[in-house]
């Protein structure tokens, strides 16, 4: 379970990198001075900033197999699906005719994935937490 939690945590991470990327490409930044985007910037670095640092929490378990570590990254991982499923929502209900702002271009598919496989790995740590289970 554990290499499968971890394979899911860096496509999730990956997948979040290139909307990251997209949305910086689309003005994402810049577009925060003129109001015209659906993504505070807070909001917007925030829930990669909280994913990896679950990861390294994540990455402290698989090295030390400590308990603690692995409700943190869970911990870690709530607010993290709460502020992803915030960005989602925002996304869908912005994404009509005339949806402007950064994050219009997103593709489809990158998001329903990196949601997929965020809540893949979400479930898999909780079930890593709760359990205990540790098999690789």
Known sequence: MKL?????????????????IVW??????R???TKVTRFPALLTLVHPLLALGGL??????????????????????????LLGFTMLTRWLLGRGRHARGAGRRFPVLAVFLHGL?????????????ATGAGGA
Request: hydrophobic residues 60%.
């Open 4 to 20: 499968a939690t971890t394979v899911t945590w860096l496509l999730a991470t990956g997948m979040g990198f290139y909307l990251l």
């Open 24 to 29: 910086l490409a689309d003005g994402g930044l």
């Open 31 to 33: 577009r925060q001075a």
């Open 56 to 81: 390294g929490f994540w990455t402290a378990y698989l090295l030390t197999s400590r308990r603690v570590y692995v409700w943190t990254s869970l911990a870690i991982l709530v607010v993290t699906a």
């Open 117 to 129: 496989v965020g809540v893949a790995t979400f479930v898999l740590v909780l079930l890593t937490a």
